[in-house]
């Protein structure tokens, strides 16, 4: 079918990608095509401006562990930001620590968007006026 056609032209794909840098993963280890749908999806989503959607995606891709859950972290909170819910942008990356890598250069990454939407979130907050 079509579909197997696909799928092994991914697998060859990956396979000659790994070869090309001395790695090859094991079967198995290789992300589900949905959980790379699933994210791909929200990007597309968040394009055309479907921004509810987006979110919906990129919550789904945190959940099912995708290989980009921590990345769809990052964009749900930018998405947040950009939708001047800030506050609730910086609660989502607090609450969802736990998927970023505990790589250097991730945690610094993270640390980074941390601070910048914490110091985001106090100036929209000093911006809105009192009623």
């Known amino acids: 079918s079509a579909k197997r056609r696909r799928r092994r032209a991914a697998a060859l794909q990956r396979q ?20 790379q749908d699933i994210y791909q999806a929200a990007k597309q989503a968040e394009v055309q401006q479907n921004t509810e959607e987006a979110l919906r995606l990129y919550k789904l891709a945190i959940k099912a562990q995708s290989d980009k859950a921590e990345s769809a972290v990052k964009d749900a909170a930018g998405l947040l930001h ?15 620590e736990g998927v970023i890598s505990t790589s250097p250069t991730s945690r610094r990454a993270y640390e980074n968007l941390l601070d910048n939407f914490t110091r985001l979130w106090k100036e929209d907050f000093n911006d809105t006026p009192d009623y």
């Open 16 to 35: 000659s990608m790994h070869s090309t840098v001395g790695f090859e993963a094991p079967p198995g280890l290789e992300p589900p095509e949905e959980q």
């Open 82 to 96: 950009s939708l001047g819910r800030s506050a609730e942008g910086l609660a989502f990356l607090k609450e969802h």
